[in-house]
C-alpha cells in the first residue's frame, strides 16, 4: 500500500498528511503481518527448516523462486533436476496455501544415481529407504535460498491484504491525543457519525474478536501462514 493508494480511497491531505499516512501504513502493515504470519513482497533469504522425515518439505512461506537447496545439513546444493519447487500463482494452480518442494522418486536404482549426481559430502548425509531419498528429520538441517513472500503473480501484494490495510487505517486514523481510539481495544459496540447513532448487534460483535471488524478478520484468517505438520514417514500430501 503506498500514500497514493489512500488518496484513491479519499483520504484527503486536509484529513491526513503525507507523512502521517505514511506512519499509518507502516503501522498496519506490521499488524496485519505479524498476525497472518506472512510478508506480503518478495524477500530474497534463506530459510531453515525442519526436515520432515519424508521426500516432501513443507513450507510457512510462499515460494517465489528457489535458487538453492541444500538438505540434511550438508552445504552441497541438490540439482534442480532432482527436486520438484510447488510454486504456482495462478488463477485455478496456486500453490501459496501450501509451499513446498518435493524430491522426486529416487528409489532403487534411481536412488543410487541420485548420489552419483550430489557426490561426495552430499551423498554422505542423504539416506535412502523404502520410499526413496528423504528431508532427514531434525531441526533447521534443510536450507533453502530464493525469493518469498505472499504476494499475486505480478510480485504485489493481494488486494485483499491491501483492502484490510486500508480499512485499518479508516477505522483507526484519529489520533490517541484528539479522541481516537484503537479497534484493538476490543470491537465497537455503537458508533456515532453525521448525527447518526449505529448500534452493532451481539452476534457481529461475537465475530470480529481480533480488529474488531468482521471483513478485515476473514481477510487475516484467510492467508495466515499454515501450520508445518511432519510424517514420521513416507510422503506428506
Same mark, same amino acid.
Given at each position: ?99 513446498? =518442494? #518435493?524430491?522426486?522418486? !529416487? ?10 549426481? @550430489? %557426490? &561426495? ?39 485483499? =491484504? #491491501?483492502?484490510?490495510? !486500508? ?10 491525543? @484528539? %479522541? &481516537? ?57
Amino acid at each position: 500500500l503506498c500514500v497514493q493508494d489512500l488518496r484513491e480511497e479519499g483520504f484527503s491531505t486536509s484529513q491526513m498528511s503525507d507523512s502521517r499516512a505514511l506512519a499509518l501504513i507502516h503501522l498496519w502493515e506490521g499488524f496485519v503481518e505479524q498476525n497472518t504470519g506472512q510478508w506480503f513482497y518478495p524477500l530474497e533469504t534463506t530459510l531453515e527448516v525442519d526436515g520432515s522425515g519424508s521426500n516432501l518439505l513443507q513450507l510457512s512461506v510462499p515460494i517465489i523462486r528457489v535458487d538453492e537447496l541444500r538438505i540434511n545439513d550438508s552445504d552441497a546444493v541438490v540439482p534442480a533436476s532432482q527436486y520438484v519447487v510447488y510454486d504456482r500463482r495462478g488463477p485455478g494452480e496456486d500453490d501459496r496455501p501450501n509451499p513446498r =518442494i #518435493k524430491i522426486k522418486s !529416487a528409489a532403487g536404482s534411481e536412488a543410487t544415481n541420485f548420489y552419483q549426481v @550430489v %557426490g &561426495g559430502s552430499l551423498a554422505s548425509t542423504l539416506y535412502g529407504t523404502l520410499y526413496g531419498i528423504m528431508f532427514r528429520r531434525g531441526e533447521r538441517n534443510q536450507r533453502v535460498t530464493g525469493v518469498f513472500g505472499y504476494v499475486e503473480a505480478t510480485n504485489t501484494a493481494p488486494l485483499l =491484504i #491491501k483492502h484490510a490495510v !486500508a480499512k485499518l487505517i479508516a477505522l483507526n486514523s484519529s489520533r490517541l491525543g @484528539v %479522541g &481516537g481510539a484503537t479497534m484493538l481495544a476490543g470491537p465497537v459496540s455503537k458508533e456515532v457519525t453525521d448525527h447518526h447513532s449505529f448500534t452493532y448487534s451481539e452476534r457481529m460483535l461475537t465475530t470480529a474478536t481480533l480488529t474488531g471488524d468482521p471483513e478485515v478478520d476473514r481477510i487475516l484468517v484467510r492467508y495466515r501462514r499454515p501450520l508445518v505438520i511432519k510424517a514420521p514417514y513416507g510422503e506428506i500430501l
